[in-house]
C-alpha cells in the first residue's frame, strides 16, 4: 500500500512542483537570522503573490481595521508562519489546476477544500490551542490525495466512484478506494505532502482525517480537519441532518472538547463566507 502511494506520488512530481516563491519563503521562516523585511523582500518580488496577499490581507478572513496596501503590512496582520501557509496553498491550486483529469469538476473540488478550510479555520477558533490560519491550510489541502489518483489511475477510480454512486447508503470515497485500490486518498496526499517536507501537521492532517487513531503528533488538528469535512458536506448538501452525511468519529468531539451543536453555526458561516474565499483560491 505505502509503496503504491509513493509510486504514484513520485511519478507525479513532473507535473507538480512547489513554486520558487514557496520554497524562498519556507527557507526563511526557518532560518533563526531572517527578518520580516528579508520576507517582504522575496514577496515583493513576486508581483502575483503580492497581489493575491493583499488581497487575502484585506478580506474578511482577518478584518483589517484599515485598507491594507503594503507587503510589511500586510504580513504583520497575517504573520510570518501563514505568510508561508498562504503561499503553499495558492501554489498547490495553481499547480493542480493544471493537473488534468476527466472524472471530477475541479470547481466542485476546490470548492469542497475551499468549504473545508474555512470550517477548520472557525472550529480552531472555538477549540482554541490550535493555529487557525494553520488548520485554514490544512483543510485547503487534505484531499489533495484525490486529485493523483484521478489523473494517475483513471479506470480504478472511475471504478470507485460507481461503487459510491451503486451503494445503498453511498458509502465514502475513501472506503470505496480502499476497496478497489487497496489505499485511499490520504495514503497518497500524505505522501507527497512528505515528499514536499510540509510541516509535520498538515502531513498529518492529510494523511489521517479519515483516520484518528493512526494520529501520531497531532490529534486535536487532525480531529479538527476531520470534523470541518463532514461540516463542509454539510455546506454542500445545504442540510444540518446528521444522517446526510458520513458520521463523525466520537473521538473526534472527545479531544477537540467540542460538541455536535459546533455544527450548525459552522455551517452556516461558511455558507455566507465562500463566495468571498473562492475569489482568494
Not at 532560518?31 to 514577496?43: L, Q
Not at 477544500?113 to 489541502?141: I, N, V, Y
Not at 484518528?212 to 488538528?221: D, I, V
Not at 458520521?247 to 458561516?269: K, M, N, Q
Request: hydrophobic letters at 45%; aromatic letters at 4%.
Amino acid at each position: 500500500m505505502k509503496q503504491l502511494a509513493s509510486e504514484l506520488v513520485s511519478d507525479v512530481g513532473g507535473l507538480i512542483t512547489l513554486p520558487d516563491i514557496y520554497l524562498k519563503i519556507d527557507r526563511l521562516v526557518n532560518d533563526p537570522k531572517s527578518s520580516t523585511a528579508d520576507i517582504a523582500k522575496v514577496v515583493s518580488q513576486d508581483a502575483s503573490f503580492t497581489a493575491r496577499l493583499l488581497q487575502v490581507a484585506n478580506s474578511a478572513l482577518y478584518s483589517a481595521p484599515s485598507s491594507v496596501d503594503s507587503v510589511p503590512k500586510a504580513i504583520s496582520i497575517i504573520g510570518i508562519a501563514q505568510i508561508r501557509n498562504l503561499a503553499l496553498s495558492i501554489s498547490v491550486a495553481k499547480s493542480f489546476g493544471g493537473l488534468l483529469n476527466e472524472l471530477v469538476s475541479m470547481e466542485n473540488f476546490w470548492r469542497h477544500s475551499q468549504f473545508c478550510a474555512l470550517a477548520a479555520r472557525q472550529l480552531a477558533k472555538e477549540a482554541r490551542r490550535c493555529d487557525p490560519d494553520t488548520l485554514f491550510t490544512a483543510g485547503l489541502l487534505h484531499d489533495i490525495g484525490e486529485l493523483i489518483i484521478f489523473n494517475r489511475l483513471p479506470e480504478q477510480a472511475k471504478e470507485t466512484l460507481l461503487l459510491v454512486l451503486d451503494s445503498q447508503d453511498e458509502m465514502p470515497i475513501h472506503e470505496a478506494e480502499k476497496q478497489v485500490l487497496g489505499l485511499d486518498h490520504t495514503d497518497v496526499g500524505g505522501e507527497l505532502a512528505k515528499l514536499w517536507h510540509l510541516p509535520s501537521v498538515l502531513i498529518e492532517c492529510i494523511a489521517c482525517h479519515h483516520n484518528l487513531a493512526a494520529c501520531n503528533s497531532h490529534p486535536r488538528e487532525t480531529a479538527l480537519v476531520h470534523i470541518a469535512n463532514v461540516a463542509a458536506l454539510m455546506a454542500e448538501l445545504d442540510t444540518l441532518e446528521p444522517d446526510d452525511v458520513p458520521p463523525i468519529d466520537p473521538y473526534a468531539w472527545e479531544v477537540t472538547g467540542l460538541t455536535p451543536a459546533s455544527l450548525e453555526p459552522v455551517v452556516r458561516f461558511i455558507q455566507a463566507e465562500i463566495v468571498e474565499i473562492a475569489k482568494l483560491f
